[in-house]
């Protein structure tokens, strides 16, 4: 019988991976050695990322020469036309017509509007809790970081706070609230994927998160009040180029869907932009067009990504990653870690935490029977360690949209700049290890079906 099983069990190709080797040694390589080896500012951000991108496809279509070429394309089309992928690529093109509409001056607005109420010191610290309240009632990332960074860029240029550290508080809110939404489309892919209900997975997780994020902001506070700001921000702000950011801000506490947000933005702010003179009429529809352009480099990546994970799957890349973390863990302790880790090495392989998830769940499902894990502790795990490595991914969908977003507005900053600054990944990277290793697991009756 376990002949059989081992004969039936799907044989995995190393070598698949080689396209995300590729990629790697190419965008840290070069990286190193435009920023450290040859003195050039902002060195990882002038590496043309799609390009990296496909080099890492044309070796991805070199393997497997008995597949013909036209099989292949195929292939990538369907990666590419994935729900996941042209659900992310529209909000890409919708919030960059929102950023081109409304300008900097509104996000600046907000920004002088946030600095005039609140002491100057704690406007990282709210954008970091803004940015954890939008995301958990909106369930997505992507379309906080996208909304906020603008203000953010703006709260940075105003207060004197470094820009990565501003970003990287939005980045780290946005991840919480991904991470705990009812509605995010990562706690979906989990609980449906292990068939748990929402609310045992988010209390798993709140107690995860939670300590993460307080800590998150207690360091965010420190660095605030050591900073050396040169006194308070005054600057005039126009009070109607606020409505846009409030309509959106609003929207996304209240759960209104990211689409519909972004869209009443433009439509408000398009009215505002004209009736005050700030825009003329003629410029709009160039603006929006600019403003959607500015997005072209993000949106090739997803969708360049998704071609390349399309082909490794199809290669058997994924299968002998899947096989080969399976092998490792033999523990109940080890199991969890190893979910975490095989979810985060879907994560790396994808750069989509949603993907990575659904990926994941039949192995960790199998796992969870091996290791005797409840569901909602399987489905917590993959949905939090996804966010972990989903939050600090150099060429992860939020990073390349916070990136782009403070490059509209006129900001160059890199990814490697803000990851020193993503404290709420790192540290609910340690919570989950501390969970997992250190706080013993509560018995309950119904833990083998719950």
């Known amino acids: 019988m376990e002949e059989k099983n081992a004969a039936a069990a799907p044989k995995g190709n ?9 990629f790697l040694v190419l965008y840290l390589g070069l990286g190193i050695l435009f920023e450290y080896g040859m003195g050039i500012p902002m060195g990882f951000y002038n590496i043309p990322v799609v390009v990296i991108f496909l080099v890492a496809l044309l070796v991805a279509c070199f393997q497997n020469r008995k597949l013909p070429f036209d099989d292949k394309l195929s292939i990538m089309g369907r990666g590419m036309g994935d729900k996941t992928i042209v659900t992310m690529v529209l909000i890409f ?49 992507v ?60 209390r798993e997780n709140f107690k995860i998160a939670l300590p993460a994020a307080l800590v998150s902001l207690t360091i965010i506070l420190v660095l605030s009040f050591g900073t050396d700001l040169g006194g308070s921000v005054v600057h005039e702000y126009d009070l109607i180029q606020l409505v846009p950011y409030l309509i959106v801000l609003v929207g996304g506490i209240v ?19 004209v009736a005050t ?23 090739m990546v997803a969708l360049l990504v998704s071609a390349i994970c399309a082909l490794i799957r199809e290669y058997g890349g994924f299968v002998a ?49 091996t290791y005797g894990i409840t569901k909602r502790k399987t489905a917590s795990l993959l949905d939090t360690f996804s966010c972990v490595f989903q939050g600090i991914l150099p060429y992860g969908a939020q990073m390349l949209v916070a990136i782009s977003a403070a490059a509209e507005l006129g900001h160059a900053v890199s990814a490697f700049q803000i990851i020193p600054f993503l404290f709420y990944p790192f540290l609910l990277l340690i919570s989950s290890l501390a969970f997992i290793f250190l706080v013993p697991e ?9």
């Open 93 to 141: 093109m919708v919030a960059g017509i929102f950023v081109g509409t409304v300008g900097r001056d509104s996000a600046e607005s907000v920004a002088y509007l946030l600095l005039s109420v609140v002491p100057v010191q704690f406007a990282v610290a709210v954008l970091f809790v803004v940015s954890c309240f939008v995301s958990l009632s909106m369930g997505t990332s």
């Open 14 to 22: 190393v070598k698949a991976l080689l396209p995300i080797g590729v």
């Open 321 to 369: 990653l899947l096989n080969g973390i399976k092998s490792l863990f033999k523990s109940k302790k080890g199991g969890q870690l190893g979910m975490g880790l095989l979810v985060g090495a879907m994560d790396i392989a994808t750069a989509n935490n949603t993907v990575a998830i659904v990926i994941s769940n039949p192995i960790a499902a199998d796992m969870a029977k």
């Open 277 to 299: 003179g700030a825009t003329a009429a003629t410029d709009l529809l160039a603006n929006m067009g600019s403003g959607a352009a500015g997005m072209f480099e993000t949106t």
């Open 143 to 202: 379309g906080t970081i996208t909304l906020i960074t603008p203000i953010a860029v703006a709260v940075s240029s105003a207060s004197g706070f470094s820009l990565p550290l501003c970003v990287a508080s939005v980045m780290g809110g946005a991840m919480f609230g991904d991470n705990l939404s009812f509605i995010s489309d990562t706690t979906i892919a989990a609980c449906q994927g292990q068939g748990c209900q929402m609310k045992d997975k988010f």
């Open 442 to 450: 509560k018995k309950s009756p119904s833990a083998a079906t719950s």
């Open 255 to 273: 759960g209104v869907n990211v689409f519909v947000v972004l869209l009443l933005g433009i439509l408000s702010g398009s009215i505002i932009m």
